[in-house]
């Protein structure tokens, strides 16, 4: 069973978990059902930004459910992509590919955006890649220039909540069942080690240090 986490930025900069969802699977209505808990327990209020992972059904829940949210695709999600799309087909070619893809996807103006990634695909001759056609379609979520007058701290990808599963992960596998779940998050595991992740992160004059970390971890796994 997935675990939804949703991850916010503080005035500090500082990653903030704050909220996450046990989904039974990932269709558009088990992600509709989460973005609506998700707005009943901030009263309401819709974000004003959000970065996703290119998640088809995720994408029309969002639209569905909080419509003045924009939505951001995760670059980085984007590009991992890449290796399976492209790689055989571009040869040698397929680093510079990568490259001239970030660097169009960097364009400042929007005026200036069409023209340079119909310059890109002619380059590479890849006009009628249906994966670059999807790419394209969904330019106001993947391109800077379409994104910058939106508020995303600075972020393109997402890194923060892939820390904060990497985290989730020392604790939950695949074997994982809802008793131990449930036993986990009653005796606030989930929390002290957010907790700890974050002071971790703060540098190196936090009272925590890793050793505490850790210390934490070797608690965490007796359960």
Request: charged share 20%.
């Amino acid at each position: 069973m997935p675990l939804a986490i949703f991850c916010a930025v503080n005035n500090h900069g500082q990653t903030l978990p704050i909220g996450a969802g046990l989904l039974r699977n990932e269709t558009r209505e088990t992600y509709r059902w989460l973005f609506t808990c998700f707005l009943k327990a901030v009263n309401g209020q819709q974000p004003g930004s959000i970065l996703t992972d290119q998640d088809h059904w995720m994408t029309e829940a969002l639209e569905s459910v909080m419509p003045e949210t924009v939505d951001a695709y995760c670059i980085w999600h984007i590009t991992q992509k890449f290796p399976q799309w492209f790689r055989a087909k571009l040869g040698d070619s397929y680093a510079s590919f990568v490259n001239r893809f970030y660097e169009v996807c960097n364009i400042e103006e929007p005026e200036y955006f069409d023209n340079a990634w119909r310059d890109f695909i002619q380059e590479y001759k890849m006009e009628t890649d249906s994966n670059l056609q999807r790419l394209f379609s969904a330019k106001k979520k993947i391109a800077q220039c379409y994104l910058r007058e939106y508020f995303f701290a600075d972020m393109t990808t997402t890194q923060r909540s892939e820390s904060i599963n990497a985290l989730m992960n020392r604790f939950l596998d695949s074997r994982t069942n809802l008793v131990k779940f449930s036993l986990l998050n009653s005796k606030n595991v989930f929390a002290s080690a957010i907790e700890m992740l974050l002071r971790v992160m703060l540098g190196p004059n936090n009272l925590y240090s890793f050793a505490r970390y850790r210390h934490l971890s070797a608690k965490l796994h007796r359960f």
